[in-house]
């Protein structure tokens, strides 16, 4: 009997790990996309790309990329609670038997460089997407087959609280992430990085290696460290000291459309404020609010604060523009893979001071320019002290506290109750909490 109840012991303890390890997997894909729905919709599109996949336009691809956010965040928290337990485990499985095989694909093939499974919070190869497909799969078959030893579920009556809260928890972060900007920033034109200094990448550093010779013996000496004129110089070579590395951000380049001449340098350069109108494609671009943009632009001449816009529509798109518009500021051209990271809006504003970037906004929420301009970067205090940008820490707890709420509340609701019997049998399945 001992070794029996051991076992079982052992088996509920394993089951409920790697429930704990999934859940929590899921609500980080889920959470890292959702931030970031139209990140998602261009991982989408490189995978239609790929695949020659023409039938789905950018609009339903974004409707797909939301709702699969969603999907992943929800079927995550309801894990982590165990609400829903019989549909949940089996919808994870389902997901694991079909993507593990796809991920293989990917690693053997190589198509693209990134899965894009976790946004552009982690960038991860193809192989390592496997190995970690491989491994959730592993658990998730643990916990399919050992649903019923699920410990600390929601129960039925209140898993209603979970259900209503995750929706609107992830629906939130959605819509304001697509109605402005998202609400986190995972890429290097995040408000408070310092492009100036992620543009410059090092150069492999070498030191001189000289060969001398005396009383035929043959010895190695730095450039520092040379002998006397008793000894003769024979050769010399260099040794790489330090690989050099690539620049962080290696894209960021504007261009004059009479010459080409790149003035992302200048523009880094500058040790005041710049301000960057980016619109990815002026014809898609909203309207609505383009007197903000011509306001700013004013504002920008008054005060001598360098004002320009980049977009990669081409030069007929920029006078129709100019036409809809009225713009007088300087429109230059700029890759649009470039423009996408910098911004999601469509035209979005970007404000540089000394290199590093203070603000970034959608048109529509952009705030007065009194008010922009008086952002500025502080070294050593975080980015919600020196923006007002909630972090990762906010949301989390935003998360967090009122799931621990919801299990307080269930726990004082009748969920100390004492069973009739001390443990279920393992042939008798608890519907409290199954579909």
């Known amino acids: 009997m001992g070794s029996r109840s051991k076992k079982s012991v052992f088996y509920t303890v394993s089951t409920n790990i790697s429930r704990v390890v999934l859940a929590l997997v899921m609500v980080l894909s889920g959470f890292v996309k959702a931030v970031d729905p139209k990140g998602t919709m261009y991982k989408l599109q490189e995978y239609t790309n790929v695949f020659s996949i023409e039938a789905f336009s950018d609009d339903w691809l974004l409707f797909f990329a939301i709702v699969l956010a969603a999907m992943e965040f929800l079927i995550g928290v309801f894990l982590l609670m165990g609400v829903y337990r019989k549909f949940i485990v089996t919808v994870v499985l389902l997901v694991f038997v079909l993507f593990t095989p796809f991920t293989l694909y990917m690693t053997v093939a190589n198509p693209m460089a990134d899965c894009g499974c976790f946004g552009d919070a982690f960038k991860m190869p193809n192989w390592l997407s496997f190995l970690k497909n491989l491994f959730l799969f592993a658990l998730a078959l643990i916990v399919f087959m050992g649903r019923r030893r699920f410990i600390c579920n929601i129960t039925a009556k209140n898993r209603w609280m979970v259900t209503l809260f995750a929706v ?15 609400v ?15 543009v410059q990448g090092k150069n492999d550093v070498y030191r001189a290696v000289l ?18 004129e008793t000894w003769s110089f024979v050769d010399g070579r260099s ?12 894209d960021f380049s504007i261009l004059e459309w009479s010459n080409d001449y790149d003035i992302a340098e200048d523009v880094l350069a500058d040790t005041g404020f710049v301000c960057i109108v980016v619109s990815e494609m002026l014809e898609d671009a909203s309207v609505g609010r383009v007197d903000k943009i011509n306001d700013l632009f004013d504002y920008s001449q008054e005060y001598g604060i360098s004002f320009l816009a980049a977009t990669s529509s081409d030069e007929d798109e920029i006078q129709l523009w100019r036409k809809r518009t009225g713009a007088e500021y300087p429109i230059y051209w700029a890759d649009n893979m470039m423009l996408r990271a910098i911004t ?22 952009m705030p007065d320019e009194t008010d922009m301009f008086s952002l500025d970067a502080v070294e050593g205090r975080s980015r919600a002290e020196v923006f007002g940008i909630p972090g990762l820490r906010f949301w989390l707890l935003v998360l967090i506290v009122p799931l ?9 609701t009748g969920r100390k109750k004492k069973e009739k019997k001390a443990e279920v049998p393992e042939n008798t399945e608890n519907t409290n909490n199954d579909i």
């Open 168 to 182: 609107a928890y992830v629906a939130f972060i959605e819509g304001i992430s697509l109605s402005f900007v998202p």
């Open 184 to 198: 986190l920033d995972f890429r290097n034109y995040a408000v408070g990085n310092n492009l100036r200094e992620l």
């Open 211 to 228: 060969t001398y010779e005396k009383d035929g013996v043959q010895r190695e000496f730095a450039q520092d460290s040379l002998p006397d």
């Open 239 to 250: 040794e790489l000291v330090a690989k050099g590395e690539a620049p962080v951000v290696g």
């Open 344 to 365: 999601r809006a469509n035209p979005g504003v970007m404000l540089l001071k000394d290199g590093v970037v203070v603000g970034k906004w959608n048109v529509e929420n």
């Open 404 to 412: 621990v709420f919801i299990s307080l509340v269930d726990i004082l």
